[in-house]
């Protein structure tokens, strides 16, 4: 049956009609919830150590760099192996190195370079792991109708995750300390394994076992070159990535140094700053899977291509917990409408077959992106203020919106 073209609660939630979904939604999110404890309790360790904003930039870096070194590989490699098996990889190697890191924070033999070399370890797996989760989806639902809802439930699942496990992670660090948030994260994974393991998946195209890695990568660029809507998308993502989300590395250092946060109430802080801009994301993503079946994403998504560097300018100037988290509701709100709706239209065009390798270009970007705006912005937020970083990051992205407005109109018209 053809989505009804009007808005209710039947279509926000049209994905979960399928079994499949559902067990994954579940497992995902409990994994989720984990990671967002995880890198929360993360940042804010790291901050403690080392009292660098610079730093901050640095973990981000490290978690970015296998990006930019085999995201186009991962890519080829999700379209030529079962999704499903690639992830129970990297799932069961993201659990090893979460409790790799709780082990080293009981213990208190963490130091700052065992948080940088376990971010790359798991920037690897993450990478390797994005393509083929992102491609996952499309075997998810068995009506291609529903493709763009199962997309957007995907992102409020992620931002669900980012609402609640970041204020968990506050929680959890202030009275019990940082390990725990660790070993929380490496449980969480069991959810996401198990759920991968009770699935089965109609089976998709994929490419020849035996055919070069080299020649599907540059199978799957050409195809995104060629292809005008989805170009235009991995450009407006990209510049998103780059000066719309790094502000995120410094959110440690400004609940200390912007809220003036002390040894406890900083890491509540922190927490509840990612906690609202979770929360701000979770609404847009739910705004998405809503209007999911309308033809109206590529002028929402040019709205927040203007909205989240208002709202970010704003943030830079507030002084006070309370506004400051209200404003970073209105920022994750912002730029989800961008990076969701990217994702939805990407998913609802790209052929079954380039999927991974799509979707790995689609990640490339946009993880790629984020660890060089990152380490940017903290080595600005050093040597200025982290004010100062955030607005020079938000001009930046009101920048890229008016370049974008002019540049591509195509954007404001795809459906």
Not at 35 to 49: K, P, R
Not at 89 to 115: K, N
Not at 243 to 270: D, E, M, Q
Not at 369 to 398: D, N, R
Request: charged fraction near 10%.
């Amino acid at each position: 049956m053809v989505p009804e073209q009007r808005i209710s609660p039947r279509n926000t939630f049209a994905a979960m009609q399928y079994p499949n979904y559902r067990i994954w939604f579940a497992g995902q999110f409990v994994s989720l919830f984990g990671t967002w404890m995880q890198v929360t309790a993360q940042g804010y360790l790291a901050y403690q150590l080392t009292k660098s904003s610079a730093f901050l930039g640095y973990v981000a870096f490290a978690n970015g760099v296998p990006v930019w070194l085999f995201m186009l590989y991962a890519g080829s490699v999700a379209d030529r192996v079962p999704r499903k098996t690639l992830m129970l990889y990297t799932q069961s190697a993201m659990l090893v190195l979460a409790f790799v890191l709780a082990l080293l924070t009981f213990t208190g033999a963490v130091r700052p370079w065992h948080i940088l070399v376990l971010a790359f370890l798991l920037g690897i797996a993450n990478t390797f792991d994005s393509p083929a989760r992102l491609a996952l989806v499309n075997q998810l639902v068995d009506d291609k109708r529903h493709l763009p809802n199962a997309v957007a439930l995907n992102g409020s699942m992620f931002n669900m995750a980012t609402a609640l496990g970041p204020a968990a992670a506050g929680a959890v660090y202030a009275l019990l300390g940082p390990s725990w948030c660790f070993t929380i994260n490496g449980l969480s994974f069991v959810a996401v394994i198990a759920a991968l393991l009770l699935m089965r998946l109609r089976p998709v195209p994929l490419s020849p076992r035996d055919q070069s890695p080299m020649v599907g990568i540059v199978e799957g660029l050409t195809y995104v070159w060629r292809h005008e809507n989805i170009r235009a998308l991995i450009l407006l993502i990209g510049v998103t990535s780059l000066f719309g989300l790094s502000f995120a590395a410094l959110i440690p250092a400004w609940a200390v140094k912007v809220l003036h946060g002390n040894a406890t109430t900083g890491a509540t802080i922190n927490g509840l700053l990612q906690s609202a801009r979770g929360i701000g994301a979770l609404l847009a993503a739910l705004t998405i899977a809503t209007v999911s079946h309308l033809k109206v994403k590529g002028r929402i998504a040019t709205f927040g291509t203007f909205a989240y560097p208002a709202a970010l300018l704003a943030f830079a100037v507030a002084r006070s917990t309370a506004l400051a988290s209200l404003l970073m509701a209105l920022v994750g709100f912002a730029s989800i409408l961008v990076v969701n709706l990217c994702n939805v239209l990407i998913q609802s065009q790209v052929e079954d077959s380039l999927r991974g390798r799509v979707s790995a270009v689609y990640s490339l970007v946009f993880f790629g992106m984020m660890p060089i705006g990152s380490l940017l912005t903290g080595w600005l937020a050093q040597w200025t203020s982290e004010p100062v970083a955030i607005i020079v990051s938000a001009c930046g992205a009101l920048t890229g919106a008016v370049l974008i407005w002019i540049l591509v109109p195509r954007l404001r018209a795809m459906p």
